[in-house]
């Protein structure tokens, strides 16, 4: 069972930057795509930023440019740099996995089968 933890979240003003951490057990290294999405209130959940089994990366278009997805498979790590933040960037954040094997599109979270508790990232004056 693998379990996602998030961390990171905080307050910042428009233009700053924050890193978010997600720690992941009993989870293999290189079997899993990862994913991070966002959700505000009344609103789904959308897809950030994903990272597949062989390291390739995608972005939301909303982030291209501002966030960055990296993994650290050492310590079952997934990052997510976010610099030059926006107001429209405030949402809960949580992290993602699902087997590598897994068709569908990366930003679906229906096709996520494990999810961190959510982290909160507010960017405002």
């Known amino acids: 069972q693998v379990q996602l933890v998030e961390s990171g979240g905080g307050s910042v003003q428009p233009g700053g930057s924050l890193r978010l951490s997600c720690v992941a057990s009993g989870y293999s290294y290189g079997k899993y795509c990862l994913g991070w999405f966002r959700q505000t209130p009344g609103n789904e959940r959308e897809g950030v930023a994903s990272i597949d089994s062989t390291g390739r990366t995608s972005y939301a278009d909303s982030v291209k440019g501002r966030f960055t997805v990296s993994q650290d498979g050492t310590r079952n790590t997934l990052y997510l740099q976010m610099d030059s933040l926006k107001p429209e960037d405030t949402a809960t954040y949580y992290c993602?996995?699902?087997?590598?094997?897994?068709?569908?599109?990366?930003?679906?979270?229906?096709?996520?089968?494990?999810w961190g508790q959510g982290t909160q990232v507010t960017v405002s004056p």
């Open positions: 993602a996995a699902r087997p590598a094997r897994k068709m569908g599109w990366v930003f679906d979270p229906s096709t996520y089968n494990y």
